[in-house]
């Protein structure tokens, strides 16, 4: 009988209900939209972060001090040390070795630019370069990956080729475009070396005025084979909190193993500079700073965001589940005047919202999920992946919701006298 | 007018007849309008403190000489004065401004005979500590203002072995100079390895006396009003070259379309879904008054004046809902605003009748159910049929 019921009002009054459930299922997808883009977000953002550029500088330890304005180093080729680049598939072996993004060495060597065109620089560096890793595998990676606002027009050279990239400056002012050849050899010497020029670069800074070719071009220019002078590497760290500003040599062995696998700038620094001897790893305070500052902002304005997109949806589903039991007075009066007592009709008609709250609740997460995706899409320029995890929250969710939003409205009924309803009053 | 004030009469009892009802659909409306107002408020909001926050990211606009800076002693300089025309305020925001003239010279400590070839940038101007982020590792205040103070970069400092409060000797070209050094500075940068001077002291010993290599500036604002203020100081300096640092400025517009989209989209989905409530609340009223209806439509009210009377009392309930949810979620985006970015939410009074109009127009759409009232039979009704 009691379930002849349920199912009757189901059947008998289809539109009412249909009504109802999508009022619920609107909601609900809402919720579930809000919930997976929130929760895939964060680690985006991070990653979004990233387009700022490299956070940590790796250069020799022991080194005579760097003559370095606006990006170029006015040291002569043969003065101060060099790292190995053999070493640098070593930085995807580090404890937070998958936080590592990008990273791509430099060597600059000051050349002349054929003809007549001395001191000019050129930098050497990998773009899409494979880094054979010590386990086995390669990572692809390179100075487009860390340094994302270089534009090219045109294309990047090819690795182990004669190809070159041009300063979007130094083209103009030499009259060279994509196509041409240009000359270059290192200040003072004889041999000039042909390359051609695949691509004109934008970028704002003193590489403008520079040519860049592959890394193995500029080593063999600066006769420094296998080697690099400078590292950029682009990691993605946890913002600094109090406890990451500690210094670790005061700390003690709980406290620095808890800081040493805790993805900060300055653990992930220490660990490079475990595996890459010789270096000294230095933040690069103001892209960290700028980064930790505004994503720990970011992510407290989504959480925030998250909860009033949850908050009206509750608000919503609770006023439809309690309009659904309000319409529905004559009927409760019905069951009364017959005998039911208000445990029973309560029983019955939370059973009805339940079963509404489920299977809106359901359609409401399909629903949600494909809305997470334009979302996602539209505004971070990804796809959430839909969990399972989700869905369970927001089942649970509707079903309290739904039965909070129809307790009002019963304990109203509860104490309804029958024969008024009846007569419509 | 004797009708005018039978319509506000029946308007007035629609409204007060279920307190409950009343109470439900205003909350819904008020907390739709909160929300929203909270929402919009709080992105305007967002969009300066960001734009502040930035500017841990230090300079972000550069001023070079206009032939290419890539000589050092004896390249392209600026003149001096340029730096005194440069605006101090730009949109109620202070521009930290920092000349700087980079000199590769030869130092030592004082006291040692053993001299290295090491960059000194003598600077000139307000805000170094912006313009050039990074961790004073060591720091002795009292010493800053004395004339030949100067500031050594981390690593140079290790290169030297050199604290503050040591003394340095400068020289290049015949020239020598002395400074003190009241700071330590981490930048993780090319800075690490710089000597930061008084102007005066580079400039003497470069033999470039009012002269400067570049100058940084950190102007705190948006993308596209740093676009316009390049723009404009270019015109003012043309012997200069202006220019924005590309490396922060394209990330920085990238963030804030994010946030912008993100937030707006939370306001329509709010809207939407404050919308449903009030809706569910209609379909009620919609069932509880067909009686009513059907009265007026037997004793000769016309279908306008009925649907004029609800759609009445759609707006009142908008403008109700409206004005009191906006003035509270505009106080929650004050606090909000402080909870998010530590500095309370300007309010800004153009959300409020946003916020409100918004509010109104959610309101009518959902008197939608309403609808059914104009097709109702009053024969049906007082038989009980329909």
């Known amino acids: ?425 | 007018m004797g009708s005018s004030s039978m319509f506000w009469r029946i308007e007035r009892r629609l409204l007060t007849t279920n307190y409950g009802r009343l109470f439900v659909i205003l909350l819904a409306l008020g907390a739709g309008a909160a929300v929203t107002s909270a929402l919009l408020n709080l992105q305007m909001d967002a969009k300066k403190r960001l734009t502040t926050e930035f500017r841990a990211l230090g300079a972000n606009v550069i001023i070079t000489p206009r032939q290419a800076n890539n000589e050092v002693s004896g390249g392209a300089t600026l003149e001096e004065g340029v730096l005194s025309r440069l605006p101090i305020v730009y949109e109620g925001k202070r521009v930290p401004e920092v000349g700087f003239l980079y000199v590769i010279g030869e130092v030592a400590k004082s006291g040692e005979a053993h001299f290295e070839p090491a960059v000194i940038a003598g600077t000139e101007g307000q805000g170094l500590t912006q313009v050039r982020p990074g961790k004073r590792t060591e720091y002795v205040v009292d010493l800053e203002n004395d004339p030949e103070a100067c500031e050594i970069g981390a690593k140079a400092a290790a290169q030297f072995k050199v604290r503050a409060g040591d003394s340095l000797q400068l020289r290049n070209q015949g020239n020598a100079a002395k400074c003190k050094v009241f700071a330590v500075v981490a930048t993780g940068g090319a800075e690490d390895t710089q000597i930061f001077t008084k102007l005066k002291t580079a400039q003497g010993l470069a033999n470039l006396d009012g002269r400067l290599s570049l100058i940084q500036l950190s102007v705190t604002a948006t993308p596209d009003s740093v676009k316009a203020f390049i723009a404009t100081l270019g015109e003012q300096l043309p012997g200069a070259n202006v220019s924005g640092i590309k490396q922060f400025a394209e990330a920085e517009g990238r963030i804030y379309n994010r946030i912008s989209g993100l937030l707006s989209s939370t306001v329509l989905l709010v809207l939407f879904l404050t919308s449903l409530c009030v809706m569910a609340g209609m379909s009620n009223v919609a069932v509880e008054r067909k009686n009513d209806v059907g009265l007026m439509k037997a004793i000769g009210g016309s279908v306008r004046r009925v649907v004029r009377l609800f759609l009445t009392e759609a707006i009142l309930l908008g403008i109700g809902g409206g004005l009191i949810g906006s003035a509270v979620g505009i106080m929650v985006s004050i606090w909000l605003g402080k909870a998010v970015f530590g500095v309370a939410a300007e309010p800004r009074w153009i959300v409020y009748p946003v916020s409100v109009t918004l509010t109104v127009m959610v309101s009518i759409l959902s008197a939608f159910p309403l609808r059914r009232l104009a097709s109702i039979r009053p024969a049906y009704v007082f038989r009980g049929e329909e």
């Open chain 1, 1 to 425: 009988m009691f379930l002849r019921l349920v199912a009757d009002s189901f059947t008998r009054r289809p539109r009412r209900k249909i009504l109802s459930m999508a009022a619920l299922a609107m909601g609900m997808a809402v919720a579930t939209a809000a919930l997976s883009v929130s929760l895939d977000v964060g680690d985006r953002l991070a990653q979004e972060f990233r387009s700022l550029g490299a956070n940590l500088l790796v250069t020799p330890e022991a080194d005579s001090l760097p003559l370095e304005i606006g990006g170029v180093d006015y040291r002569p080729a043969n003065a101060g040390t060099y790292l190995p680049e053999a070493d640098l598939g070593k930085l995807k072996t580090i404890f937070w070795r998958f936080n590592i993004m990008a990273f791509a060495p430099i060597l600059e060597v000051p050349v002349e630019v054929g003809p007549a065109k001395p001191n000019v620089t050129l930098i050497g560096t990998w773009v899409g370069h494979a880094v054979p890793v010590p386990d086995g595998t390669s990572y692809v990676t390179g100075i487009d990956k860390t340094n994302p606002w270089w534009h090219v027009e045109g294309s990047w050279f090819k690795e182990a080729s004669e190809q070159c990239v041009v300063g979007t400056e130094f083209a103009k002012s030499s009259g060279l475009k994509i196509g041409d050849t240009v000359s270059v050899r290192p200040n003072g010497e004889v041999g000039w070396r042909a390359l051609k020029v695949v691509g004109i670069l934008t970028t704002g800074g003193p590489e403008d005025a520079a040519v860049v070719t592959p890394l193995a071009i500029a080593q063999q220019l600066a006769g420094k084979p296998g080697q690099y002078r400078r590292l950029y590497v682009s990691a993605l760290t946890k913002p600094e909190d109090a406890f990451a500003r500690k210094d670790p040599k005061t700390m003690t062995q709980a406290e620095f193993d808890k800081w040493y696998c805790t993805p900060y700038i300055s653990s992930i620094a220490l660990q490079i500079s475990e595996e890459l001897k010789g270096t000294d790893v230095r933040v690069i305070r103001r892209v960290a700073e700028g980064e930790g500052n505004v994503l720990s902002r970011v992510r407290t304005l989504l959480w925030l965001v998250t909860f009033a997109a949850l908050l009206a949806a509750a608000l919503a589903v609770g006023a439809s589940a309690a309009a659904s039991v309000i319409e529905r007075r004559t009927e409760i009066g019905l069951m009364k005047a017959l005998g039911a007592n208000s445990g029973l009709v309560g029983v019955l008609l939370a059973a009805e919202q339940l079963l509404l709250a489920i299977v809106g609740g359901g359609i409401g997460y399909a629903v949600g999920v494909v809305l997470a995706r334009v979302l996602g899409e539209r505004i971070f320029g990804f796809t959430p992946e839909p969990k399972i995890f989700v869905l369970l929250i927001i089942l649970g969710l509707a079903s309290l919701i739904t039965l909070l939003g129809s307790a009002f409205p019963l304990r109203q009924a509860a104490r309804y006298d029958p024969a008024p309803i009846l007569r419509g009053e």
